[in-house]
T-cell receptor
Framework: GAVVSQHPSRVICKSGTSVKIECRSL??????MFWYRQFPKQSLMLMAT?????????EQGVEKDKFLINHASLTLSTLTVTSAHPEDSSFYIC?????????????FGDGTRLSIL | DAKTTQPPSMDCAEGRAANLPCNHS???????VYWYRQIHSQGPQYIIH???NNETNEMASLIITEDRKSSTLILPHATLRDTAVYYC????????????FGDGTTLTVKP
């Protein structure tokens, strides 16, 4: 089946650091990828939709200058958490779909656990 | 996309069938029903999806009622490794493919 790889799986860093998370579709091309955030004991919350070759679309309440998204190729999207603070600690998950506006399912990465000290 | 309602938790005995219900009474004609599950500290895993006909794959079966207002995911022989949070999502083929996650059902398979 379709595979989405996310890296790193875990990051621990000091407050004020910027952290980059990569999301790759390994065996298919994805014009669109999605970034989610999940706090403990809660469901996934969509942060933004990442579109190859164009600007990302952010959900209401998500700061675009805080969470920078780059989707430079059909197989790679990156999320950079800029000047991270303890409240940004969370589980960040990406997903990709091979064909937008189709019934094909999303495939998810294994997530990145970000801990800001 | 239509909203879904699932029971917060369910238990199932190992080896028995697990039947997980989902209500989606406001589903529209072009919206599909998708099921994912999330095992602790991992990303969600796609299980199955369907439009109106029942579907079966190597993981599970999906039964959709004739009026499409509800569905049931069936794990025919649950194992301890099936313990996870199961999410039912309704999504059309527009809206840029976004999926909105509800709270899901926490399935606990017991020995």
């Amino acid at each position: 089946g379709a595979v989405v790889s996310q890296h790193p799986s875990r990051v621990i860093c000091k407050s004020g650091t910027s952290v980059k998370i990569e999301c790759r579709s390994l065996d298919f091309q994805a014009t669109t990828m999605f970034w989610y955030r999940q706090f403990p004991k809660q469901s996934l919350m969509l942060m933004a939709t990442s579109n190859e070759g164009s600007k990302a679309t952010y959900e209401q309440g998500v700061e675009k200058d805080k969470f920078l998204i780059n989707h430079a190729s059909l197989t790679l999207s990156t999320l950079t958490v800029t000047s991270a603070h303890p409240e940004d600690s969370s589980f960040y998950i990406c997903s990709a779909v091979a064909q937008v506006n189709s019934n094909q399912p999303q495939h998810f990465g294994d997530g990145t656990r970000l801990s800001i000290l | 996309d239509a909203k879904t309602t699932q029971p917060p938790s369910m238990d199932c005995a190992e080896g028995r069938a697990a039947n997980l219900p989902c209500n989606h009474s406001t589903i529209s004609g072009n919206e599909y029903v998708y099921w994912y599950r999330q095992i602790h500290s991992q990303g969600p895993q796609y299980i199955i999806h369907g439009l109106k006909n029942n579907e079966t794959n190597e993981m599970a079966s999906l039964i959709i009622t004739e009026d499409r207002k509800s569905s049931t995911l069936i794990l025919p022989h649950a194992t301890l490794r099936d313990t996870a949070v199961y999410y039912c999502i309704v999504r059309g083929n527009t809206n840029a493919g976004k999926s909105t996650f509800g709270d899901g059902t926490t399935l606990t398979v017991k020995p």
